[in-house]
């Protein structure tokens, strides 16, 4: 099945679900919504896939940078409610750090410490980082290159990734555009230790 369970959750976080909405799709079941022909289900169903797919390629493809090591921040602009899912979803990915995901309009912030997630909204992703900055009382100083490398390369490296065909089939420009991703293609697999081994 590729409807969930506990599709209401997803169903609420599209861009035009509505209340009256949510209280009917109440009271179908997961079967209804993955296989009733009713033309109601058909759009619920078409709803959830559009939010469930939305999730997918932003948890794959957004890209995080480190502010300092304990932030990491990066460009998000979906087109439904779920900044705060893929915010959580990073900040279970490396716990005790702070993630930081937004744009210029809103940005959604995730501590995953100590089994508990705690998660905030603020304005512009601009804003949310300096305030993080004062919070940290983060201080301006040289830094070993090398630590900085592994903060960002632990957010950035996954093997499964190295399928740049399939990449661009399954990636439409605009949602590059939505997590403002740069051409980033590690073409021969290389890593910071090959660059230097090589000397």
């Not at 619920?44 to 940078?65: G, P, T």
């Not at 990066?74 to 716990?95: E, M, N, Q, V, W």
């Not at 750090?97 to 744009?103: D, E, K, Q, S, W």
Request: hydrophobic share 35%; charged share 30%; with cysteine.
């Amino acid at each position: 099945m590729r409807i969930p369970e506990n599709f209401l959750y997803y169903l609420s976080m599209h861009e035009s679900c509505t209340e009256p909405q949510l209280c009917r799709a109440e009271k179908l079941t997961t079967e209804d919504v993955e296989l009733s022909p009713d033309p109601e289900a058909v759009v619920i169903r078409k709803m959830v896939c559009s939010v469930l797919a939305e999730i997918y390629r932003m948890r794959a493809f957004v890209r995080l940078k480190p502010l300092d090591d304990r932030v990491l921040y990066g460009y998000l602009k979906p087109r439904h409610k779920t900044g705060g899912d893929i915010c959580r979803f990073f900040a279970r990915r490396s716990p005790f750090t702070i993630i930081v995901l937004g744009n210029s309009l809103e940005s959604w912030i995730s501590l995953c410490a100590g089994g508990r997630m705690l998660q905030g909204n603020s304005g512009s992703l601009e804003h949310a980082l300096e305030e993080i900055s004062c919070l940290l009382g983060r201080v301006e100083k040289d830094r070993d290159l090398e630590e900085v490398w592994k903060v960002y390369y632990s957010s950035q490296y996954s093997p499964e990734r190295r399928n740049i065909k399939a990449f661009h089939r399954r990636m439409p420009r605009d949602v590059l555009n939505r997590v403002d991703l740069e051409r980033e293609q590690n073409v021969n697999g290389l890593t910071l230790s090959d660059f230097f081994d090589s000397d």
